[in-house]
């Protein structure tokens, strides 16, 4: 059972458009990370968010918590080639200490 | 600091023989946790320890695999006897607990089993 349900899985767009992706669960979490991973790497943490309806800003990416911190929605604005990526949502249940349930993750490619 | 470090990088088996996995996780970090990544599957946690101990195993696959972390400096997972759909790349993490659930991950290890 998928709990963390991305969408869409593959997105390829335009430099300087601008592009929204979403993170879906029935279940709630206490935190909810968004993650980036390039090719031959391991993911790397863009940002934590824990408290239901809360918005972080990190340059031309916004992250917003749901209300319930049930879902979360990543939007980039004006999108840049090195935006291009594999962005992974992650719900962490515990006080830090817990493994992270993953989304699938959503392939990102900016072409510019 | 170096991160967390995992060796090999790359590793190609037969069917049937032992694989071993080695993670060095961040010093001073006093979690540790073991992923794995495919394609189908995404993303999946298999094991995790508090302070070497470890906490929750109900991800690991199949009595073929183990792990074990004998001091705050070292992890190794194991794959006896090693299968073709055990091909995957493998991630191990570490993080400083309490903290708000930060996991800095290694670089991986890719394995493909013939």
């Known amino acids: 059972t998928q709990l963390l349900e991305q969408s869409p899985q593959f997105l390829s767009i335009q430099e300087g458009e601008n592009l929204t992706v979403y993170c879906n669960s029935s279940s709630v979490f206490s935190s909810l990370q968004w993650y980036r991973q390039e090719p031959g790497e391991g993911p790397v943490l863009l940002v934590t968010?824990?408290?239901?309806?809360e918005v972080k800003k990190l340059k031309r990416l916004t992250f917003q918590f749901g209300d319930a911190r049930k879902d979360s929605s990543l939007h980039i604005t004006a999108a840049q080639p090195g935006d291009t990526g594999l962005y992974l949502c992650a719900g962490g249940r515990g006080g830090g200490a817990d493994g992270l349930t993953f989304g699938k993750g959503t392939h990102l490619i900016i072409q510019p | 600091d170096a991160g967390v470090i995992q060796s090999p990088r790359h590793e190609v088996t037969e069917m049937g023989q032992e694989v071993t996995l080695r993670c060095k996780p961040i010093s001073g970090h006093n979690s540790l946790f073991w992923y794995r990544q495919t394609m189908m599957r995404g993303l999946e946690l298999l094991i995790y320890?508090?302070?070497?101990?470890?906490?929750?195993d109900s991800g690991m696959p199949e009595d073929r695999f183990s792990a074990k972390m004998p001091n705050a400096s070292f992890s190794t997972l194991k794959i006896q006897p090693s299968e073709p759909r055990d091909s995957a790349v493998y991630f191990c993490?570490?993080?400083?607990?309490?903290?708000?659930?930060?996991?800095?991950f290694g670089a991986g290890t890719r394995l493909s089993v013939l």
């Open positions: 968010v824990v408290t239901g309806g």
């Open positions: 993490a570490s993080s400083l607990v309490p903290t708000l659930n930060i996991q800095y």
């Open positions: 320890f508090n302070n070497n101990v470890p906490i929750d």
